[in-house]
């Protein structure tokens, strides 16, 4: 299964509901969502009310990735407002398998989110527990940043740990993907692709997630 999560981060919010309802006619499997606090990373974007109005635009499943800190004192509120994922960065949690059974108990997925520089060791024994983990492929808090290139041999190597556990979580990677990056990106064992600038950037955005989806 390989799936296409557009980020509404490039969206034009003068007209949201037309762009989210454009990317989910052209084909798009989820909606990313990113939550920046201005404190882990430079950035501050959208709170609960933001995923509250896209979950009354599309039914599709809104994957809300959050890059702040603190994340446990929100995502109750992230899950009533409608997210059906949610993923936080092991940067900001020390005692992550807490943090990951609060978000299946308000019955959403959990992701493991692991910045560029954050080894895969971090989430070895947390695996079994989580449904997807996200690469990081820039630094989080901004789109439109270039992918950093040896995060494909730490897709590899994570392929290979949840193979080797026996496990089918799904790797999802954010950051820099586009029509010329994806192929490789997918070859090395990534199941869900973010993608922000690429497809909202792009003049006919059915043409742009046809060719996302033909490379990976
Ligand atoms: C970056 C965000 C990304 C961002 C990706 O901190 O987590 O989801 O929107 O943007 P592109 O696809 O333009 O690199
Ligand atoms: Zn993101």
Redesign the pocket.
């Known amino acids: 299964m390989k799936l296409i999560a557009p980020?509404i981060?490039?969206a034009d919010f003068t007209k949201l509901e037309d762009e989210i309802r454009a990317v989910e006619s052209a084909g798009a499997d989820w909606i990313?969502i990113?939550v920046?606090d201005g404190h882990f990373?430079p950035?501050i974007t959208m709170g609960p009310f933001i995923v509250e109005a896209v979950n009354r635009i599309t039914d599709l499943p809104l994957d809300v990735?959050l890059?702040i800190e603190h994340p446990e004192r929100y995502i109750p509120e992230f899950a009533d407002a409608g997210a059906d994922l949610i993923s936080v960065h092991v940067e900001t949690c020390p005692h992550l398998n807490r943090v990951i059974d609060l978000i299946q108990c308000s019955e959403c997925r959990a992701g493991a989110v692991l910045n560029p520089a954050t080894s895969i060791d971090t989430i070895e024994w947390i695996l079994e527990y989580i449904d997807f983990v996200l690469l990081?492929s820039?630094?989080?808090?901004?789109?439109?940043?270039s992918f950093i290139d040896n995060t494909l041999e730490k897709a590899r190597q994570l392929k290979q740990m949840i193979q080797t556990k026996g496990l089918s979580t799904l790797i999802q990677i954010?950051?820099?993907?586009?029509e010329t990056t994806i192929r490789e990106i997918s070859a090395a064992g990534v199941d869900v692709f973010?993608?922000?600038?690429?497809i909202f950037?792009s003049k006919d955005y059915h043409q742009t997630i046809k060719n996302l989806k033909e490379k990976m």
């Open positions: 980020s981060l490039s990313h990113d920046m990373v950035n990735h890059m990081m820039v630094n989080p808090g901004f789109g439109g940043q954010d950051g820099g993907v586009n973010v993608a922000g600038s690429a950037g």
